[in-house]
């Protein structure tokens, strides 16, 4: 719809200037004529009985061109203030809902490809319940853990885990939100979940890495080995030295998060 009223734009504003060009000629023609006129008369140059008629011809004709060209001016101007209208009002709709570059082409597709918005939609929504079903895991494993704590230090760290959670999954609720809000807000207020998804998931992958350590001696102590700290220090090297993420080269070799680990 934009494209077309630009293209109209575009059209009237060539029509005004072919329009302006071939009244300027036919004016500026009844002026040579007038000039030549007066240079026959000062030159002595019998006019004889036409003088008089041809003079009001051209001025006539000069009149009749400047009223037609104005008349056409008019008439274009408002096209195009009428067109220039219509691409503000397309604008203002086209921004409405003010949710950022993928819902206003989520927006276009249901219009224009609805087979294909109704594919990305389901995918959503699927993606949504495996991310859903996959918290309620999390926390339901972390609440049986809580049951059984031996230590209070366990309970701390387990229901800091399932804080963490918890406030990415809200967070990742507010990313959803955020996309309806208007572009000045918008923006503070995607820098905003930034930072704070961030900083959260840093806080999960260090509880993580604790919580790694604790298991890892808890499950030293059931099977009588000597030396539970030990014991979690050797099989965090393991994992370390195995990892094949890329991303553990980009920091030393170490794992995001998880603690420093001696060999036994």
């Known amino acids: 719809m934009k494209r077309l009223l630009t293209i109209g734009l575009v059209l009237g504003c060539v029509v005004l200037a072919v329009t302006t060009m071939v009244f300027a000629y036919r004016a500026r023609r009844a002026e040579l004529a007038l000039a030549q006129l007066h240079a026959g008369t000062e030159a002595g140059t019998n006019g004889g009985a036409i003088t008089v008629p041809l003079l009001k011809k051209l001025l006539a004709e ?141 806080k999960l992958n260090e509880l993580r890495a604790q919580d790694r350590t604790l298991q890892l001696q808890q499950l030293a102590s059931q099977i009588g080995y000597s030396d539970p700290a030990g014991f979690a220090a050797a099989v965090q090297n393991i994992i370390n030295e195995t990892d094949a993420n890329p991303s553990r080269f980009l920091n030393g070799g170490r794992r995001s998060g998880s603690a420093a680990t001696t060999t036994r």
């Open 62 to 202: 000069r009149e009749t061109a400047y009223f037609e060209l104005k008349n056409q001016y008019d008439r274009l101007a408002q096209t195009l203030s009428a067109k220039t209208g219509a691409v503000a009002v397309a604008a203002v709709s086209t921004n409405a809902p003010a949710r950022g570059g993928e819902m206003s082409y989520l927006e276009r597709l249901r219009t224009e490809d609805p087979e294909r918005y109704k594919q990305i939609m389901a995918d959503r929504e699927r993606r949504r319940q495996r991310l859903t079903e996959e918290l309620n895991r999390q926390l339901a494993r972390l609440d049986q853990r809580l049951q059984g704590a031996t230590t209070q230090a366990e309970v701390d760290l387990v229901t800091q885990i399932a804080d963490t959670l918890t406030h990415l999954n809200d967070l990742r609720q507010q990313w959803e939100n955020v996309r309806s809000l208007p572009e000045d807000q918008r923006q503070a207020a995607t820098e905003a979940l930034i930072s704070d998804t961030r900083a959260s998931y840093q």
